[in-house]
């Protein structure tokens, strides 16, 4: 349920292996309204089969920060994608490998036999109640964790980012740019961001990210045309569009299955929170979900055990990249890291000095031992006995 990246993934694949499959989306459309800025990878809407027109790469990378700025030039590996395109593009080949959506079906409680979670209740279009049982049920609610919640699994989430962001006509902001801003004037616990999406067009936002404060980033938002290195950038421009949303920026959760259940996506806390991306991971991660949902189907064993294959899957592939991307964003968070810590011109210039070669595989979160090593070598200090326990110490 919920026809976000994680759910729509999720459905293609177990309808793609021969499981009969509903989505129920809340809205009364798939993709809209966009809750998220669509930044990703080239690398990963290739290998995840994205069309080339759905999203747009972006070449040069600028980071500023309050009195410094670095540069490079990154050809093919960045990318801002279109959010409602793609997501419709998930729903279409969802329908085309067999499954169903019911859009402005609001899922509401959880069917229970026994221990086992049996389906769902929703109020349908109508408003009329309505019970769906199903032999796996799966949590892809996003943020509101809705199922997990009521089958007893995680918490609410208290500590989330909180992202605002316009969609500007801009005609003097150059194509195939990104601006990533940080500093505590423009972005308090977090960082800003333009991006272009297209020519004449750009994104533009603030969110909070290390999140134990209690920063409202739309406060901040119309703040960012008054950067002297960004006023021409957006001179003439006007918003077309407004996003907001929230993003989990807590552990990925310890099971993700149950007796007749799976959880993906944000609902179980599968975003990086290292820079508050989210989308190609629940994208890999709804199609193991999916997967797996239809093998125990066809094998007429739905219960912890078989469905725990799921979690086994997730962990191998990215429990090592989330869960240090969420030590990193607690100790960014924390007195000695982010803005109590080194102070933003330090990082921006570390930034410089490592390298983008070096530095993009850790934004990525591929926290392989390998570019780890790489890493370390040219900032021995980041990686000092003490900062990796200080990191370890704040997991959870
Ligand atoms: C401000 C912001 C900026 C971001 N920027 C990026 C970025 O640049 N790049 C990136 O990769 N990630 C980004 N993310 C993260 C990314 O958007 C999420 O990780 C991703 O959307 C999660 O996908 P999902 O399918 O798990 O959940 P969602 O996309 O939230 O989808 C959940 C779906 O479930 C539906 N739903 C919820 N409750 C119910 C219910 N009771 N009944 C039926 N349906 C329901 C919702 O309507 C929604 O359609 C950003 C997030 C935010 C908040």
Same mark, same amino acid.
């Given at each position: 349920?919920?026809?976000?990246?994680?759910?729509?993934?999720? #459905?293609?694949?177990?309808?793609? #292996?021969?499981?009969? +499959?509903?989505?129920?989306?809340?809205?009364?459309?798939?993709?809209? /309204?966009v809750? +998220?800025?669509?930044?990703?990878?080239?690398?990963?809407? !290739?290998?995840?089969?994205?069309?080339?027109?759905?999203?747009? /790469?972006?070449d040069?990378?600028?980071?500023?920060? /309050?009195?410094?700025?670095?540069?490079?030039?990154?050809?093919?590996t960045?990318?801002?994608?279109?959010?409602?395109?793609?997501y419709?593009?998930l729903?279409?080949?969802?329908?085309?490998?067999?499954?169903?959506?019911? %859009?402005?079906?609001?899922? +509401?409680?959880?069917?229970?036999?026994?221990?086992?979670?049996?389906?769902?209740?929703?109020?349908?279009?109508?408003?009329?109640?309505?019970?769906?049982?199903a032999?796996?049920?799966?949590?892809?609610?996003?943020?509101?964790? !809705?199922?997990?919640?009521k =089958?007893? &699994?995680?918490?609410?989430?208290?500590?989330?980012?909180?992202?605002?962001?316009?969609e500007?006509? =801009?005609?003097?902001?150059p194509?195939?740019?990104?601006?990533?801003?940080?500093?505590?004037? %423009?972005? @308090?616990?977090?960082?800003?961001?333009?991006?272009?999406?297209?020519?004449?067009?750009?994104?533009?936002?603030?969110?909070?990210?290390?999140?134990?404060?209690?920063?409202d980033?739309?406060?901040?938002?119309?703040?960012l045309? *008054?950067? @002297?290195?960004?006023?021409?950038?957006?001179?003439a421009?006007?918003? %077309? *569009?407004?996003?907001?949303?929230?993003? @989990? #920026?807590?552990?990925?959760?310890?099971?993700?299955?149950?007796?007749?259940?799976? &959880?993906?996506?944000?609902?179980a806390?599968?975003? $990086?929170?290292?820079?508050?991306?989210?989308?190609?991971?629940c994208?890999?991660?709804?199609?193991?979900?999916?997967?797996?949902?239809?093998?125990?189907?066809?094998?007429?064993?739905?219960?912890?055990?078989?469905?725990?294959?799921?979690?086994?899957?997730?962990?191998? !592939?990215?429990?090592? $990249?989330? *869960?240090?991307?969420y030590?990193?964003n607690?100790?960014?968070?924390?007195?000695?890291?982010?803005?109590?810590?080194a102070?933003?011109?330090?990082y921006?210039?570390?930034?410089?000095?490592?390298? &983008?070669?070096?530095?993009? @595989?850790?934004?990525?979160?591929?926290?392989?031992?390998?570019n780890?090593a790489?890493?370390?070598a040219?900032?021995?200090?980041?990686?000092?006995r003490?900062?990796?326990?200080?990191l370890?110490?704040?997991?959870?």
């Amino acid at each position: 349920m919920g026809a976000g990246p994680a759910g729509l993934s999720a #459905a293609r694949a177990a309808a793609a #292996a021969g499981a009969s +499959t509903l989505v129920l989306e809340k809205q009364n459309e798939v993709g809209y /309204p966009v809750h +998220t800025s669509g930044g990703s990878w080239v690398s990963d809407m !290739r290998a995840l089969d994205v069309p080339e027109h759905l999203y747009h /790469p972006v070449d040069d990378v600028t980071l500023l920060g /309050p009195a410094s700025q670095v540069s490079w030039r990154l050809p093919d590996t960045v990318c801002m994608i279109d959010v409602r395109g793609l997501y419709q593009h998930l729903a279409e080949k969802a329908v085309a490998a067999g499954a169903q959506l019911r %859009v402005r079906h609001s899922v +509401t409680d959880v069917l229970r036999d026994g221990t086992r979670i049996a389906g769902v209740t929703a109020n349908d279009h109508r408003g009329t109640r309505i019970e769906l049982r199903a032999a796996v049920t799966v949590d892809a609610s996003g943020f509101s964790r !809705r199922i997990g919640l009521k =089958a007893g &699994i995680g918490e609410p989430f208290r500590r989330y980012g909180f992202g605002a962001e316009y969609e500007l006509v =801009a005609p003097n902001f150059p194509d195939r740019t990104i601006y990533v801003v940080v500093g505590s004037e %423009v972005a @308090p616990d977090g960082y800003a961001w333009l991006a272009s999406v297209a020519p004449g067009r750009v994104r533009v936002g603030v969110g909070t990210i290390h999140s134990d404060g209690n920063v409202d980033p739309r406060l901040y938002l119309d703040r960012l045309s *008054e950067i @002297p290195q960004l006023r021409d950038l957006l001179a003439a421009s006007s918003p %077309v *569009e407004l996003h907001t949303g929230l993003i @989990p #920026a807590e552990a990925p959760l310890e099971r993700m299955s149950a007796d007749g259940l799976l &959880i993906v996506g944000d609902a179980a806390g599968q975003a $990086s929170t290292l820079i508050g991306e989210g989308i190609r991971f629940c994208m890999y991660s709804g199609d193991m979900a999916g997967s797996v949902a239809a093998d125990a189907v066809k094998a007429g064993n739905v219960n912890a055990a078989e469905l725990g294959r799921y979690d086994k899957m997730w962990r191998r !592939r990215f429990g090592r $990249s989330i *869960e240090w991307a969420y030590r990193i964003n607690r100790y960014m968070a924390s007195e000695s890291g982010g803005q109590g810590g080194a102070g933003w011109d330090d990082y921006v210039s570390t930034m410089g000095e490592i390298g &983008i070669e070096r530095a993009v @595989p850790l934004i990525r979160g591929d926290f392989t031992a390998s570019n780890l090593a790489a890493f370390a070598a040219t900032k021995p200090w980041l990686f000092g006995r003490r900062g990796v326990k200080a990191l370890w110490q704040l997991k959870r």
